[in-house]
T-cell receptor, first 114, second 114 residues
Framework: GENVEQHPSTLSVQEGDSAVIKCTYS??????FPWYKQELGKRPQLIID?????GEKKDQRIAVTLNKTAKHFSLHITETQPEDSAVYFC?????????????FGTGTLLAVQP | DTEVTQTPKHLVMGMTNKKSLKCEQH?????MYWYKQKAKKPPELMFV???????INESVPSRFSPECPNSSLLNLHLHALQPEDSALYLC?????????????FGSGTRLTVV
């Protein structure tokens, strides 16, 4: 089955700096890669996603890149703000597969220092 | 309506109690999920329902019993739980097998077993 590794587990940046979180997946059948932001005590919220037929996707200060050959995908946050502080989870899903089973990475605690 | 609604938000129950968690969505999603999340850990899949039928049970103990009465509702019946079952229980929904745009999570039920 799918296994998703995520690094780093914690990341501290100064406000205005960029933050990068990296994930690797094992199942080449995975073709949908969402990123979730979870603030303390709240639900995971989808912030950006990418499908395997696209190499990069951007939404304002957030971007995701995908390298299918290396089975890597990364989240890039530019001009970080204190409100970006949260736990970020990457995930992988063999969309169109038999199970629709979303597998999460272990999470990255991002702290943006004012 | 683009939300998944979970009730109750908080639940404290004794080890001999029977209680139920409820989840509702009106997005026309035909897949619904129960996840369990411990502090500082990623969500862990428990059950998957597709078209109101149980398609995945991730070897969850029988003290957790899911039910999907119709395409909009998902319940999780709890009986004889243990203190280690205390966690955030998240419901999610999505289109099935390649359609739509990923999972939408409810705000969760924070369960404490005493």
């Amino acid at each position: 089955g799918e296994n998703v590794e995520q690094h780093p587990s914690t990341l501290s940046v100064q406000e205005g700096d960029s933050a990068v979180i990296k994930c690797t997946y094992s199942d080449s059948a995975s073709n949908y890669f969402p990123w979730y932001k979870q603030e303390l005590g709240k639900r995971p919220q989808l912030i950006i996603d990418i499908r395997s037929n696209v190499g990069e996707k951007k939404d304002q200060r957030i971007a995701v890149t995908l390298n299918k050959t290396a089975k890597h995908f990364s989240l890039h946050i530019t001009e970080t703000q204190p409100e970006d502080s949260a736990v970020y989870f990457c995930a992988a899903l063999p969309y169109g597969g038999a199970t629709n089973k979303l597998i999460f990475g272990t999470g990255t605690l991002l702290a943006v220092q004012p | 309506d683009t939300e998944v609604t979970q009730t109750p938000k908080h639940l404290v129950m004794g080890m001999t109690n029977k209680k139920s968690l409820k989840c509702e969505q009106h997005m026309g999603h035909r897949a619904m999920y129960w996840y369990k999340q411990k502090a500082k850990k990623p969500p862990e899949l428990m059950f998957v329902y597709s078209y109101e039928k149980l398609s995945i049970n991730e070897s969850v103990p029988s003290r957790f019993s899911p039910e999907c009465p119709n395409s909009s509702l998902l319940n999780l019946h709890l009986h004889a739980l243990q203190p280690e079952d205390s966690a955030l229980y998240l419901c999610a929904s999505s289109q099935w097998r390649g359609q739509g745009n990923g999972y939408t999570f409810g705000s969760g039920t924070r369960l404490t077993v005493v």
